[in-house]
């Protein structure tokens, strides 16, 4: 496969910019850059969701137009997202033929899609069930379904996006060995990543992209993760640390018993309790989908406690609404920023105000204050780097990583006293990484209490005081980040290790 001279302009942006990416057959090729470099861009061209306006796609040496992604399918190109897209209330049988139901004489033909899926399963190594509930596996495993739903459609090239961002360190291992036994039979592999160091471990070939453009070809053998960051960014990679102790005795939030149930009766969260104090960051692990998103909600006053206490400065606010929380000197950077975090269709500025349209200098008195917004936008994109034509334009014209970083930025103004910050360097590139960690750093060392919650076991290990770890809704284990490892904690979040208090 070759994608040759790509150039993808949106209003005010380059996107790709004559990008040149050759693939070899039956190999593992990593496409590695920061956010904003166009990787993104390229793949959705890749896989028929937008067209290039210049360049062009070759497989296996035959020009291939793309106009949606059922021509990539036909084409034998498979995508699996970063963020899965299966119905947990079907079987992994009905997830996988969803679309392409199998039909014999006019009916429904599940024997024989059964037989192809556990045939599909064993050659490639994936271990999957067909007929086990989608809600009752685990993230690797539904990982290893959509791996499935590919290849059960005809997939020889194979497209992976972040695909180790939600996994263990036990469950990348297992990936890695599944993409082996992949590639073995012949498949093509393209691994879109900033783990560099995983990168080396499993690619054949690696290109680099930066500011929309390919600017290297390099073989892992004959580079290094350093090598790497300095050809995605220009610096050294970055390493997530804290330097010397800020901790205080002085408790910013206590939270006493915290329990959520739902609907049905059923704890999501059960008799949660924990501080923190100024200038110390908890960091809390744990495989998405055991409480973590719950617990932010109810922090935030987004969802209701059936029980428990918080305190916010010895200050109950249980029953406090999200602004006065917020007005209390709560900052918040969501999981998700496209649902939470921004509105895609307004500008920089307009963005700058959301959540905090009480506060100097979104507002003077009662109106808003359109050149204090405007203003300090302007501090924000500087400060934060991030990448913009202007602070008029719309956000959703900004790639992941830049939207990431106008909305750590807006965060992190107005002194806060407490950062509940969730995943906050997800879908960032290395120097974004860096940024943020610094600007925690700062904050961490100016008295700011923060709650981390990361998929990202080095750097919940790197930036946090004191770890605990969530499993099922409970806190099952704390770890001195001095001294715990990755697969000590990747081994308490799926239940199989004891915990250390």
């Known amino acids: 496969m070759e994608l040759l001279g790509i150039t993808k302009r949106f209003p005010g942006v380059i996107a790709n910019s ?34 290039p306006d210049e360049g062009s796609i070759e497989i296996d040496g035959k020009a291939a137009t793309f106009h949606s992604p059922a021509d990539a399918i036909a084409a034998g190109i498979g995508m699996v997202h970063q963020h899965f897209m299966l119905a947990d209330n079907l079987t992994v049988l009905e997830n996988v033929v969803l679309g392409s139901e199998p039909r014999s004489g006019g009916r429904l033909d599940f024997k024989a899609a059964r037989g192809k ?57 297992e990936l890695f060995g599944n993409l082996r036994e992949l590639k073995a039979e012949g498949l093509t592999i393209l691994f879109i990543s900033h783990k560099l160091d995983e990168v080396l471990s499993v690619a054949d070939d690696i290109t680099v992209m930066r500011r929309g453009t390919t600017v290297a070809s390099v073989a892992p053998r004959e580079t290094t993760a350093r090598q790497l960051a300095e050809l995605m960014v220009g610096s050294a990679l970055p390493v997530p640390e804290l330097r010397e102790s800020t901790v205080t005795d002085v408790p910013v939030i206590e939270v006493d018993g915290l329990t959520v149930n739902t609907p049905d009766g059923r704890a999501v969260l059960e008799d949660l309790s924990f501080t923190i104090h100024a200038g110390e960051v908890l960091g809390i692990a744990g495989v998405e989908g055991n409480g973590q998103a719950e617990l932010v909600e109810a922090l935030m006053g987004i969802r209701s406690l059936d029980s428990g206490r918080i305190f916010l400065r010895d200050k109950e ?32 500025w307009e963005n700058r105000i959301l959540g905090h349209q009480t506060k100097a200098p979104s507002v003077r008195g009662v109106l808003i204050n359109r050149g204090g917004a405007r203003k300090d936008t302007r501090r924000i994109v ?31 103004s107005g002194n806060p006293v407490l950062l509940i910050a969730s995943h906050p360097t997800r879908g960032v590139d290395v120097g974004a990484q860096a940024a943020i960690w610094e600007h ?62």
């Not at 040149?20 to 920061?34: D, F, K, M, S, Y």
């Open 117 to 173: 899926i556990r045939d599909i399963s064993g050659r490639y190594g994936l271990g999957v069930e067909p007929d086990r509930l989608v809600d009752e596996l685990g993230v690797g495993d539904r990982q290893r379904v959509e791996i499935l739903k590919v290849l059960y459609r005809g997939a020889r090239i194979l497209i992976l996006d972040e695909p180790t961002a939600v996994l263990v360190p036990q469950e990348v291992d």
């Open 18 to 51: 004559d990008v040149n990416v050759a693939v070899r057959p039956g190999t593992v090729h990593a496409l590695v850059g920061e956010n904003g470099a166009g990787k993104s861009t390229l793949m959705k061209i890749l896989y028929g969701m937008q067209r």
């Open 317 to 348: 606010i249980s029953k406090l609404s999200t602004r006065d929380r917020r007005d209390a000197g709560m900052a918040y950077i969501p999981e998700d920023r496209h649902r939470q975090g921004v509105l895609l269709e307004a500008t920089l």
């Open 440 to 501: 925690i750093r700062r904050a961490r060392a100016e008295h700011l209490a923060v709650l981390l919650i990361s998929a990202d076991l080095d750097e919940l290990i790197g930036m946090s005081d004191s770890l605990s770890v969530i499993l099922r809704g409970r806190l099952v284990a704390s770890y001195d980040p001095k001294t715990v490892t990755p697969e000590e904690l990747g081994s308490a979040m799926t239940g199989a290790g004891e915990g250390a208090a």
């Open 382 to 412: 500087e400060e934060y780097d991030v990448r913009t034509p202007g602070i008029d334009v719309a956000v959703g014209s900004l790639s992941g990583g830049n939207q990431q970083k106008l909305i750590v930025g807006r965060e992190m």
